[in-house]
T-cell receptor, first 115, second 111 residues
Framework: DAGVIQSPRHEVTEMGQEVTLRCKPISGHDYLFWYRQTMMRGLELLIY????????DSGMPEDRFSAKMPNASFSTLKIQPSEPRDSAVYFC?????????????FGDGTRLSIL | DQQVKQNSPSLSVQEGRISILNCDYTNSMFDYFLWYKKYPAEGPTFLISISSIKDKNEDGRFTVFLNKSAKHLSLHIVPSQPGDSAVYFCAASPYGQNFVFGPGTRLSVLP
């Protein structure tokens, strides 16, 4: 049973470039979450989807960040233009129903470095 | 202002002894709590949960204690093993809302 799959695992790019992070949730999971982990702020929820529809994007830091879920098996998080302060580990997670007694399953993350 | 705090960035414990990881929260509406464990270069994995209707939940070597009046919870690992060395995240949520995570505590279990 495949878990949540994220790509790329590492991304190094220069400031100003567009960055696209990808996520494939676990099949059958209706909820998908994007998180960012930094040393200072820990794990922060950026946005989450239910049945491919964005429900809450209040954690998205700026208009430079956007997320889409065109179908049940794929989501992207895009940063355009990227800045050095966007450097972090970005995690995607999915859960079957979003219920609190059904914990989220996390991917292994994308380590993003903006030079 | 962090609503979920883990004031110890790191903790070292001898193998076989008890590990106690602490978590404090500020929002009195939080009523469900989780602990996640994270190894390097991997995503967090769920460890144990507790609802505010309980003050203790146990799963094998892992026990979570909740003190609602103090807005404090702790994770006890007994006995600690080298494989428990990881970063532990505490997370909390109010009913109907998403979880807020703490910054994590890095546990090192020394052989």
């Amino acid at each position: 049973d495949a878990g949540v799959i994220q790509s790329p695992r590492h991304e190094v790019t220069e400031m100003g470039q567009e960055v696209t992070l990808r996520c494939k949730p676990i099949s059958g999971h209706d909820y998908l979450f994007w998180y960012r982990q930094t040393m200072m702020r820990g794990l922060e929820l950026l946005i989450y989807f239910n049945n491919n529809v964005p429900i809450d994007d209040s954690g998205m830091p700026e208009d430079r960040f956007s997320a889409k879920m065109p179908n049940a098996s794929f989501s992207t998080l895009k940063i355009q233009p990227s800045e050095p302060r966007d450097s972090a580990v970005y995690f995607c997670a999915s859960s079957p129903t979003g219920g609190r007694n059904q914990p989220q399953h996390f991917g292994d993350g994308t380590r993003l470095s903006i030079l | 202002d962090q609503q979920v705090k883990q004031n110890s960035p790191s903790l070292s414990v001898q193998e076989g002894r008890i590990s106690i990881l602490n978590c404090d929260y500020t929002n009195s509406m939080f009523d469900y709590f989780l602990w996640y464990k994270k190894y390097p270069a991997e995503g967090p994995t769920f460890l144990i949960s507790i609802s505010s209707i309980k003050d203790k939940n146990e799963d094998g070597r892992f026990t979570v204690f909740l003190n609602k009046s103090a807005k404090h919870l702790s994770l006890h690992i007994v006995p600690s093993q080298p494989g428990d060395s990881a970063v532990y995240f505490c997370a909390a949520s109010p009913y109907g809302q998403n979880f807020v995570f703490g910054p994590g505590t890095r546990l090192s279990v020394l052989p």
